[in-house]
């Protein structure tokens, strides 16, 4: 059976879908992630919203058969949820909402939880749409209408949910009819070819792509990729990776001294065939002795829904719920402040929290300072009062990250500048794998279901707990981080001492 989320894993790597089809024990399933579980929990919470807006639906089973929304059609009726087709070369699909029309033809309706029609490669909400209409057509269903009900980025939430404001209904009619014959042939040939018996498996449609665009079996048909690969140059685009794969480079050492590279992607191969970390430790004395004491190094926890639950909140806007905050003095002097929330609320007691604790002085650091900085712009909107306190913190932001971009580059953080790849190769010592929390997408579900499932089980003081360490770790490993450079740096000061005495 081919199903809709099968043809777009097939466009993106057809490979990947025969193994998944017909070697499934060979197939790398990794964890189901939390975020993917979030995206789909999303899509639900969306669906029943749009339900609501043809109050004459007929929902039928959750798992119904084919047989079953035959039988259902048969007794007449003006508008479906979740109605199964198939056709007769296995393709199989269940339709978000299908209403029929006066004149016996069909509206089909794809519901989506974001905040719009998606066409690049990994969400094609135009192909998704297609392949509905293509399995409502072999099934003798004619369908002249097609939309792609969405959220509203610029709802914002006032009392009850509006849901003429919430939703956009998108009409894609004449999209869809210029992509379908296209499609059409793309689904029969992904029909076939799941279906074959064997396939050369010594790589897979990849092996031209980015790493971010890598299929999850992508290991498995490639194995002669080494550890330290060409795809781990940091922000390496897709062309690169061509140009590499045709002279048959697959290793960072191996890439030819004359092939074209930013500075900092040199520097990154410089790393490697060094074998050590190239470290500007001049510049990055400079950095470290501009910024202004205190310190305050600053790191917030956010939860965000597809469908926002309370006022004043936009779909899918983050809404701060824990902050931690490490202080360190002119003296060198360290305080640590955290606040977490109890419930579901725009943040008014954390931003006065934070205000008490830090006052506006010196200087805040975080790690990709952009998030932040997005919250407290948020923040001011939600809280007028305390504009000047976060606006301070905004013009006083300093980016931690931005000094492992080009002066602190390291091969062994794989070509990425995120905390979880450069603490372990730094401090070691300092690890998130024996945490109850271990990153933000569960940070945000396990404090999202303790405020809001009247069912939750876990000991919340335990769970406060987790969370609380979680964030703690995030801005104290900050603060090391810290330290560490400016040990680096005072080293190169130590021996720049000797030598001149020398």
């Known amino acids: 059976m081919l199903t809709k989320t099968d043809f777009i894993q097939y466009l993106n790597c057809l490979e990947s879908l025969w193994l998944l089809k017909n070697q499934p024990d060979d197939y790398p399933n990794g964890e189901f992630s939390l975020f993917l579980q979030k995206l789909i929990e999303e899509g639900y919470e969306v ?24 039988k259902i059609l048969q007794n007449g009726g003006l508008c479906f949820f ?41 969400h094609n909400h135009l192909k998704d749409a297609c392949f509905q209409k293509y399995v409502l057509e072999q099934n003798g269903l004619s369908v002249s209408n097609v939309s792609i009900i969405h959220l ?15 939703l956009n209904i998108e009409d894609v009619t004449e999209k869809i009819r210029g992509l379908y014959s296209e499609v059409s042939i793309e689904i029969e040939q992904a029909a076939h070819y799941i279906n074959q018996k064997s396939i050369d498996t010594s790589q897979c449609s990849c092996r031209l792509n980015t790493r971010s665009n890598h299929c999850d079996s992508f290991s498995f048909f490639n194995t ?65 002795s501009s910024l202004e004491f205190p310190l305050h190094f600053i790191d917030y926890e956010t939860y965000a829904s597809a469908v926002p639950k309370i006022d004043g909140v936009r779909p899918h806007q983050h809404i701060p719920f824990q902050v931690s905050i490490h202080t360190i003095q002119s003296d060198g002097s360290i305080e640590h402040f955290e606040f977490l929330a109890h419930e579901l609320e725009i943040p008014t007691q954390m931003v006065q929290f934070m205000s008490d604790s830090t006052g506006t002085i010196g200087t805040f650091i975080s790690w990709h300072k952009s998030f932040e900085m997005g919250r407290n712009k948020d923040m001011i909107e939600w809280l007028p009062q305390y504009q000047e306190y976060l606006e301070f913190m905004n013009s006083n932001m300093f980016d931690l990250e931005d000094i492992f971009k080009s002066e602190y580059v390291d091969y062994r953080f794989h070509g990425s500048t995120s905390i979880k790849k450069v603490l372990p190769v730094l401090l070691p010592e300092l690890s998130y794998d024996d945490l109850g929390v271990q990153n933000g997408t569960m940070a945000l579900d396990l404090w999202g279901r303790m405020v809001l499932d009247k069912n939750f089980k876990e000991d919340k003081a335990q769970v406060r707990a987790a969370l609380l360490e979680y964030c703690k770790l995030d801005t104290w490993a900050m603060v090391m981080l810290f330290k560490k450079l400016k040990e680096t740096t005072k080293k190169r000061k130590i021996q720049h001492g000797i030598q001149s005495r020398k």
């Open 82 to 122: 979740q109605a199964a087709f198939e056709t007769n070369i296995g393709v199989f699909a269940r339709v978000d909402i299908l209403e029929h029309l006066p004149n016996n033809t069909w509206h089909l309706y794809e519901v989506k939880s974001s905040t719009s029609v998606k066409t690049d490669k990994k």
């Open 224 to 288: 002669e990729i080494p550890e330290f690969s060409i795809y781990e140059i940091g922000n390496i685009r897709a062309n690169k990776i061509q140009d590499l794969n045709n002279e048959g480079v697959l290793s960072i050492g191996e890439i030819p001294n004359n092939f074209k590279l930013n500075a900092k992607q040199e520097l990154q191969i410089e790393s490697f065939r060094h074998r050590k970390p190239i470290i500007e430790k001049a510049r990055i004395a400079k950095i470290l």
């Open 47 to 70: 669906e029943e919203q749009a339900q609501k807006l043809f109050p004459h639906g007929i929902e039928l089973p959750e798992f119904g058969t084919p047989k079953d929304t035959q």
């Open 152 to 166: 509203n980025k610029e709802y914002v939430r006032n009392g009850e949910i509006d849901l003429e404001q919430l």
